[in-house]
């Protein structure tokens, strides 16, 4: 500790010429950011080291996107030096929660998938596990939202700008990658070669991202990729005097790794997508080739000793990479490139919505990555003729990779994987019986299961630290390391003293959170209000319009029936994709109730909307230790998972939910007492949608859905969207909030009525605390390691 106050004085003398006395709050943060990389990368050297020397089989983690999360409190936290730099500051004079807020949350991703791989790579650090991430240095992370009217407008995330500091760049390990062109297949002495022509060169930089794990002396790394021009600009073109033209190819190589997608719902076939995609997989997949060969000077071993997994579809160019290095580069034949292959990939699906499935067109792909394609169509032909072979009655015009020209990269996965695994009990049972189950049928034992799990050490040791210290005390465990020892809690059930400290301690996140509310909004919110929460990205089929339609109900009853309802707040954070009109319609909504209620004085004694802007890991983690109840509200059978629910509940809030994603594992965990359940199953879901789901006929049929609806109508004031929302519900209602309405409507009920009875509240939630052991990342990323990756700790 003494080595590291000393760096920091150290580094402010020599960068800034300053002493610690002068030293400004930005000075101290950067200060802080490089010296807590460098004293990782110090780690990472000894532990690369016993990694290399041990011959150990590793994991490579591809994902287009990671959802770092802020990374000094994180690393300061498992380096086990936070209090003491806390200490060192307030001496000097500095706060270092104020220069925590200087850090932007480093926004790679959109959301649950790109959460999940960064909760997954702190698990396995902690647990000393070798992974590395690989991913997209983006210039531009995921939009900034601001609300402005009640409309979504999106701002650019500049967040290299004061995020740079953590970052090592790696110039030794810069990779060529190589776009449009053609290949000619050509005779050589050494047999038949492929050859590359008039190719464009684009360069991929390599930065790296420390990860730490908690009180371990693992240090693993994130590898991100930025693009380059390949040699700055156009010589030829200069010379020419096109100037202009000569810096433009620069600009189109550097817009490669510009920004993050910021969609997670549409798979809009985009040209610039496939170019990231393939820039990343051939970057990392050059590295990790390279690598091996050095270490062990073949690559016949490759399946011992690497793993290589894929995060949704979205780096599923990696398999026709990889091929392409074994045959192109080191002369393996088809047959044997494709053994190993088919022995080093795992895929894990994350969504079963047909719209977010990924596609190309032949048209799009083809001049882009010409060799890619081949290979592609040559796998395909491959995996047609085998089905043939194997007699087996399958249905190619499901199961074929090229369909109508189009390249159905799911397909691709599952053929070229060894292992295909859903992330809860009830997404994979539906890969299996539904959307693959074709393939289920031909490749028997390929598809598992594994229930995504999330990083307790930041969604509670970190986020809330008031119930950690408390829990640490009262257990007499060291429920950090590990997170199953949590369920002896369930002892003091009956300890009403235990019960009233639990309250106490949600009592001051709801103050933190309010004070939050009232600088951010203007609000001002009843700290003994039920907070009800509601935080995810916006999408029809989570329903954030269902929780809104309940809403609009409490204020028609409380304004003409005489309603008195124990006070709530309810509290919605959700980004929409930017070209998503419905979603943006749903914010808009939202917050024309909460604009209506707050002109109320008669209504706005008894509930309150909030909005908050801008959803974010930083801004997710002051709310959900403030939560009271955990709306998980998707239709049955759209949500693969969930991990905010499993957040929500770790934290004391009580589910609201359907029996969907790892809401039914939730169920299972805390028993059928503990938790608010409602709406159709996901059977139901599909029987009804088969049968023919008609929304008015529910509008028609039930008085309080009728009653809630014209009410709606009556809101609008010509600036809103009542009157189309109505509509909306009345003639699509595409994922049936009206179908779950009512008996949303008496979990509510009943939420409002266990509320008052403190003693019982206070007992399920702290039933939901001690039950969620199994959903630490730590179990979920032990599944991995086990059942899919046969890895071990580097000792
Ligand atoms: C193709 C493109 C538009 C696309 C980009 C991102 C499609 C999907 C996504 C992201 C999907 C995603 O985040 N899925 C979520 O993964 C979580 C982690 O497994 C789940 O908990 C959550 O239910 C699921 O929606």
């Known amino acids: 500790m003494d080595s590291f106050t000393k760096a920091?004085?150290?580094?402010?003398?020599?960068?800034?010429?300053?002493?610690?006395?002068?030293?400004?709050?930005?000075?101290?943060?950067?200060?802080?950011?490089?010296?807590?990389?460098?004293?990782?990368?110090?780690?990472?050297?000894?532990?690369?080291?016993?990694?290399?020397?041990?011959?150990?089989?590793?994991?490579?983690?591809?994902?287009?996107?990671?959802?770092?999360?802020?990374?000094?409190?994180?690393?300061?936290?498992?380096?086990?030096?936070?209090?003491?730099?806390?200490?060192?500051?307030?001496?000097?004079?500095?706060?270092?929660?104020?220069?925590?807020?200087?850090?932007?949350d480093p926004g790679l991703g959109n959301g649950g998938l790109g959460r999940?791989?960064?909760?997954?790579?702190?698990?396995?650090?902690?647990?000393?596990?070798?992974?590395?991430?690989?991913?997209?240095?983006?210039?531009?992370?995921?939009?900034?939202?601001?609300?402005?009217?009640?409309?979504?407008?999106?701002?650019?995330?500049?967040?290299?700008?004061?995020?740079?500091?953590?970052?090592?760049?790696?110039?030794?390990?810069?990779?060529?990658?190589?776009?449009?062109?053609?290949?000619?297949?050509?005779?050589?002495?050494?047999?038949?070669?492929?050859?590359?022509?008039?190719?464009?060169?684009?360069?991929?930089?390599?930065?790296?991202?420390?990860?730490?794990?908690?009180?371990?002396?693992?240090?693993n790394v994130l590898r991100l990729w930025k693009s380059k021009a390949s040699g700055g600009f156009n010589m030829r073109l200069f010379e020419q005097g096109e100037y202009s033209k000569s810096v433009e190819s620069k600009a189109i190589a550097e817009s490669i790794s510009k920004l993050l997608y910021p969609a997670d719902d549409n798979n809009k076939g985009k040209e610039l997508r496939i170019k990231q995609q393939y820039f990343f997989t051939s970057a990392s997949l050059q590295q990790i080739v390279k690598m091996h060969y050095k270490?062990?000077?073949?690559?016949?071993?490759?399946?011992?000793?690497?793993?290589?997994?894929?995060?949704?579809t979205h780096p599923s160019l990696c398999i026709p990479e990889l091929m392409r290095i074994l045959m192109d580069?080191?002369?393996?034949?088809?047959?044997?490139?494709?053994?190993?292959?088919?022995?080093?990939?795992?895929?894990?699906?994350?969504?079963?919505?047909?719209?977010?499935?990924?596609?190309?067109?032949?048209?799009?792909?083809?001049?882009?990555?010409?060799?890619?394609?081949?290979?592609?169509?040559?796998?395909?032909?491959?995996?047609?003729?085998?089905?043939?072979?194997?007699?087996?009655?399958?249905?190619?015009?499901?199961?074929?990779?090229?369909?109508?020209?189009?390249?159905?990269?799911?397909?691709?996965?599952?053929?070229?994987?060894?292992?295909?695994?859903?992330?809860?009990?009830?997404?994979?049972?539906?890969?299996?019986?539904d959307t693959f189950k074709s393939f289920n049928r031909i490749y028997p034992g390929k598809f598992t299961n594994v229930t995504n799990g999330i990083a307790h050490r930041r969604w509670l040791g970190q986020a809330n630290p008031e119930l950690t210290k408390y829990l640490n005390e009262l257990l007499e465990v060291d429920f950090i390391k590990d997170l199953s020892s949590i369920e002896n809690l369930l002892e003091y059930k009956s300890d009403e003293s235990v019960i009233n400290n639990l309250e106490n301690i949600k009592k001051i996140k709801k103050v933190q959170l309010a004070e939050y509310i009232k600088k951010n909004t203007g609000l001002t919110v009843d700290t003994n209000s039920i907070f009800d929460v509601q935080i995810k990205r916006l999408h029809e089929y989570k329903r954030q319009l269902l929780n809104a339609l309940h809403i609009i109900y409490l204020y028609k009853e409380i304004k003409y029936n005489a309603l008195k309802p124990y006070p709530r707040t309810f509290i919605f954070s959700a980004k929409a994709s930017s070209g998503y009109v419905m979603a943006k319609n749903i914010i808009k909504l939202i917050c024309s109730i909460s604009e209506i209620i707050e002109m109320d004085p008669e209504v706005r004694k008894y509930i309150k909307v909030v909005f908050l802007e801008d959803y974010r890991v930083s801004l997710a983690e002051k709310i959900i230790p403030a939560a009271d109840v955990s709306e998980q509200i998707s239709q049955a059978g759209k949500e693969a998972s969930g991990t905010g629910n499993m957040k929500l509940m770790l934290n004391g809030a009580l589910t609201l939910g359907t029996m969907d994603g790892a809401n039914v594992e939730i169920y299972n965990a805390v028993g059928k007492d503990n938790i608010?359940?409602?709406?159709?199953?996901?059977?139901?879901v599909s029987d009804l949608s088969e049968r023919g789901y008609r929304s008015e006929e529910f509008y028609q049929n039930s008085s309080v859905i009728k009653e809630t609806i014209d009410f709606m109508r009556t809101l609008d004031n010509g600036d809103s969207n009542f009157n189309y929302m109505a509509d909306y519900l009345v003639s699509r209602d595409p994922y049936m909030c009206l179908a779950d309405f009512e008996s949303y409507l008496e979990q509510q009920k009943l939420i409002e009525k266990t509320y008052q009875d403190r003693i019982k509240w206070g007992q399920m939630s702290l039933v939901n605390i001690a039950n969620s052991g199994i959903f630490s990342a730590d179990r979920a990323t032990s599944e991995y390691v086990k059942e899919i990756w046969n890895i071990k700790k580097v000792k």
């Open 116 to 219: 999940l791989a960064s909760c997954y790579m702190d698990a396995l650090t902690s647990q000393e596990y070798p992974i590395t991430g690989f991913s997209i240095l983006y210039e531009f992370g995921i939009f900034k939202q601001v609300i402005s009217n009640g409309w979504q407008q999106e701002f650019p995330d500049n967040w290299l700008d004061l995020g740079k500091y953590g970052l090592i760049y790696r110039s030794d390990e810069e990779v060529e990658i190589k776009f449009y062109g053609e290949t000619k297949e050509q005779w050589t002495s050494d047999g038949l070669r492929i050859k590359y022509e008039d190719y464009t060169p684009i360069i991929a930089e390599p930065y790296d991202l420390m990860i730490s794990g908690y009180e371990t002396d693992a240090v």
């Open 329 to 433: 580069e080191y002369e393996y034949s088809w047959d044997k490139a494709w053994e190993i292959t088919i022995k080093t990939f795992a895929y894990t699906n994350h969504t079963i919505m047909a719209e977010a499935l990924e596609k190309w067109s032949v048209d799009l792909f083809r001049p882009i990555l010409p060799r890619i394609y081949t290979i592609i169509s040559e796998i395909n032909n491959r995996f047609c003729k085998w089905c043939k072979d194997i007699g087996a009655s399958v249905d190619l015009e499901e199961m074929s990779i090229i369909h109508n020209d189009m390249i159905r990269m799911a397909n691709l996965c599952i053929v070229s994987s060894y292992s295909v695994n859903g992330v809860s009990k009830l997404h994979s049972d539906i890969l299996k019986k």
């Open 8 to 104: 920091i004085k150290r580094y402010l003398e020599k960068r800034f010429g300053n002493s610690i006395e002068d030293a400004s709050e930005r000075q101290i943060y950067q200060a802080l950011m490089v010296i807590t990389r460098d004293k990782l990368a110090e780690k990472r050297y000894h532990y690369i080291n016993k990694l290399k020397e041990s011959e150990q089989k590793r994991v490579y983690y591809m994902s287009m996107e990671f959802l770092v999360g802020k990374t000094l409190r994180n690393n300061l936290y498992n380096l086990g030096i936070e209090s003491e730099v806390k200490n060192f500051l307030s001496e000097n004079g500095f706060v270092l929660d104020k220069i925590y807020d200087i850090e932007p």
């Open 676 to 684: 608010f359940i409602f709406g159709l199953s996901s059977e139901e």
């Open 295 to 312: 270490a062990y000077n073949t690559l016949d071993n490759l399946a011992e000793k690497v793993v290589i997994h894929i995060n949704d």
